[in-house]
C-alpha cells in the first residue's frame, strides 16, 4: 500500500502564486508517474499535470505555461508550482502516484482562487 498525502491549498487572489506538495509514503519501491488532477465542483475530474520518474512532464492546455510540476524522488515527493492562478484554477486538487499499475490517491487538497 502507498499513502499519498497533499499539502498547500488555500485561498489566493487572482493573479497570485501557490506551491502544492504531496508526499508517498509506505510500499514505495518502483513507484512510477506522479502527478496533479482537480475536480472543481460540478465537474469531473481532469488531469492538471504529471511526471515520470525520469523526470517527463505531461500539462494540461489550460495550465501549460502557468503551473509547473517537479518532483524530489528521494523524497518521493512532488511539487505543483502555480503561478497567474485564474478563478477558473478553483477546484480539489488530488494528487496520483503510480506503483507499477496501481494509481493511488490522496484526499485533496482546496485551492480557491477569489478575490
Known amino acids: 500500500q502507498v499513502q499519498v498525502v497533499e499539502s498547500g491549498g488555500d485561498l489566493v487572489q487572482p493573479g497570485g502564486s501557490l506551491r502544492l506538495s504531496c508526499s508517498a509514503s509506505?510500499?514505495?519501491?518502483?513507484?512510477?508517474?506522479m502527478g496533479w488532477y482537480r475536480q472543481a465542483p460540478g465537474k469531473e475530474r481532469e488531469l492538471v499535470a504529471t511526471?515520470?520518474?525520469?523526470?517527463?512532464?505531461k500539462y494540461a492546455a489550460s495550465v501549460k505555461g502557468r503551473f509547473t510540476i517537479s518532483r524530489d524522488n528521494a523524497k518521493n515527493t512532488v511539487y505543483l508550482q502555480m503561478n497567474s492562478l485564474k478563478p477558473e484554477d478553483t477546484a480539489v486538487y488530488y494528487c496520483?502516484?503510480?506503483?507499477?499499475?496501481?494509481?493511488?490517491w490522496g484526499q485533496g487538497t482546496q485551492v480557491t482562487v477569489s478575490s
Open positions: 511526471i515520470t520518474n525520469g523526470g517527463s512532464t
Open positions: 509506505g510500499s514505495i519501491f518502483s513507484i512510477g508517474t
Open positions: 496520483n502516484v503510480y506503483k507499477f499499475v496501481t494509481p493511488y
